[in-house]
Nanobody
Framework: QVRLAESGGGSVQAGGSLTLSCTVS????????LAWFRQAPGKEREFVAG????????GHLTSVKGRFAVSRDNAKNTVYLQMNSLKPEDTALYYC??????????????????WGQGTQVTVSA
């Protein structure tokens, strides 16, 4: 079974930075579209950024444009989310996600086949 393991969450003051990591196991890395989602209390889970199965950036959330960036290390089966200039509204549980069927932009919750357990990011004012 595909397993996704996130790490790197924590608490930071506004303007600070964090880098999240997600290690994938159970399926060849290049057979999955990979993405980051987040969910704040009382809000729906939303797509943040990700890659299609070819390894190209597949889009990002407008509110994080210019502040967040995704990258990947195929040899390590790991994807990253570099978060800079963090704001209190970025506070959420961040999930690594994967789809075995989507070939373009894995930006819909309904398209996701596998989820990590989440890592908490808390940004204080």
């Amino acid at each position: 079974q595909v397993r996704l393991a996130e790490s790197g969450g924590g608490s930071v003051q506004a303007g600070g930075s964090l880098t999240l990591s997600c290690t994938v196991s159970g399926q060849p890395f290049n057979e999955l579209a990979l993405a980051w989602f987040r969910q704040a209390p009382g809000k729906e889970r939303e797509f943040v950024a990700g890659f299609n199965r070819a390894g190209y950036n597949a889009g990002h959330l407008t509110s994080v444009k210019g502040r967040f960036a995704v990258s990947r290390d195929n040899a390590k089966n790991t994807v990253y989310l570099q978060m800079n200039s963090l704001k209190p509204e970025d506070t959420a549980l961040y999930y690594c996600a994967a789809s075995s069927t989507v070939v373009s932009e894995p930006n819909l919750v309904s398209e996701i086949d596998y989820w990590g357990q989440g890592t908490q990011v808390t940004v204080s004012a």
